[in-house]
Structures are given as C-alpha cells and as structure tokens.
T-cell receptor
Framework: SQTIHQWPATLVQPVGSPLSLECTVE??????LYWYRQAAGRGLQLLFY??????ISSEVPQNLSASRPQDRQFILSSKKLLLSDSGFYLC??????????FGSGTRLTVV | GENVEQHPSTLSVQEGDSAVIKCTYS??????FPWYKQELGKRPQLIID?????GEKKDQRIAVTLNKTAKHFSLHITETQPEDSAVYFC??????????????FGGGTRVLVKP
C-alpha cells in the first residue's frame, strides 16, 4: 500500500521568506499527486495536482507554485510568503481503493 | 467544475444519539463519493465511500446514502461515542480510473459528541 511522507511537520516562517515543502510517495509508481491546503477551521482546497513528472496543474491563482522533479516527489514552493499562506498543507495520492491517501501534513504559520 | 456543499458546519449530539451530515453536489457526472474523518491536528482518513451504482452502504455504526436524482448524499452515524468527535468531510469525484480522481471536498462538519 502507498505511504506518503511529508516534511517538515511544522514550520514557522516570516512574511516574505521562501518556502519549500516536500512530499514523497512509496509503494506506487506514476501516481497522480495532489497538494491541498486547509485554513484553520476550514475545508480542503485543492491547490495543485500532477499526473506525471514535470506536469503541474494549478487549481487556484495564488502565491505558491509546485514542481514534480521525480515520479514520486512533489514539491510546494513560494518565493515570498504572505500571511494568508498560513495553513495545514496536505499531500495526497490515490489510495488502494478510489479514495485518497493523505500525508501527515505540514502546519505552516507565517508570522 | 464540481461544487460540493456540506451541512451542517457544526453538529453537537448526546452520546448514544445519531448524527446525520448531508452533502449536495453539482456535477451529475460525479460517480464516487467518499467520506473522511479528521481528528484534531491529524490527516483526513477515509471512513466509508459509495459509488453511483449503489444507493446505500453500511459499515457497523456508519452508513451512507446516495440520491443521484437529487444529487445529494448523507452520512449517518448511529449510537455515537465520544471518539466519533472529529471533523467530517464529504467529497465527490468523476472516476475515470483510480489515478484519475480529482476529489472536490465539502466544507466539513465539526461533530462533537457529548458524554
């Protein structure tokens, strides 16, 4: 079965600083990968998805970008963080059935 | 694209009572409807799902119903226990194949089970 690794688990960054969150997947090959953001007390918003190496689709305009340098690696980045970028970031891939398997998430606080 | 509405946003029930969460979706092509449970500070976990060719599915104290005509589906938790307290998310997707799902989530329901 798939395992998703995300790091770091928590991150506190000042406004204007860069960001790099990493997600790696084990137990599957050529998976679709997804980045979701969850603001405090809110739902899950799809930010990016990737169907393969170098292929990124953006769902909402924002201050963030994503890259897929390797089959099982998905990276979320920003050049300059905003306060509104704070949230819980979750990486996901299709699970053994039809649902998603989520990573453990990164809680980002921009101060 | 798909739009999923979820109600209520918060739900408080007495231990032992039932809890019902309702969702509606907009895209009639959606054919897969999972439900996730998220405990505080943790990742969402799939608890049950239903496909569009099924009207109802049950797993112990949890059941889901789907009305394709009305485009709504519901989660029912019976005999609630304090450990059922969490945020629950519904979702909808158009399943082409497992790798092609793109889930759209509802806004979530915070369930509190009072002992």
């Amino acid at each position: 079965s798939q395992t998703i690794h995300q790091w770091p688990a928590t991150l506190v960054q000042p406004v204007g600083s860069p960001l790099s969150l990493e997600c790696t997947v084990e137990g599957t090959s050529n998976p679709n990968l997804y980045w979701y953001r969850q603001a405090a007390g809110r739902g899950l918003q799809l930010l990016f998805y990737s169907v393969g190496i170098g292929q990124i689709s953006s769902e909402v305009p924002q201050n963030l970008s994503a890259s897929r340098p390797q089959d099982r690696q998905f990276i979320l980045s920003s050049k300059k963080l905003l306060l509104s970028d704070s949230g819980f970031y979750l990486c996901a891939c299709p699970g053994a059935l039809d649902g998603y398997t989520f990573g453990s998430g990164t809680r980002l606080t921009v101060v | 694209g798909e739009n999923v509405e979820q109600h209520p946003s918060t739900l408080s029930v007495q231990e032992g009572d039932s809890a019902v969460i309702k969702c509606t979706y907009s895209d009639s092509a959606s054919n897969y409807f999972p439900w996730y449970k998220q405990e505080l500070g943790k990742r969402p976990q799939l608890i049950i799902d239903i496909r569009s060719n099924v009207g109802e599915k049950k797993d112990q104290r949890i059941a889901v119903t789907l009305n394709k005509t009305a485009k709504h589906f519901s989660l029912h938790i019976t005999e609630t226990q304090p450990e059922d307290s969490a945020v629950y998310f519904c979702a909808a997707s158009w399943r082409i194949k497992a790798a092609g799902n793109k889930l759209t989530f509802g806004g979530g329901t915070r369930v509190l089970v009072k002992p």
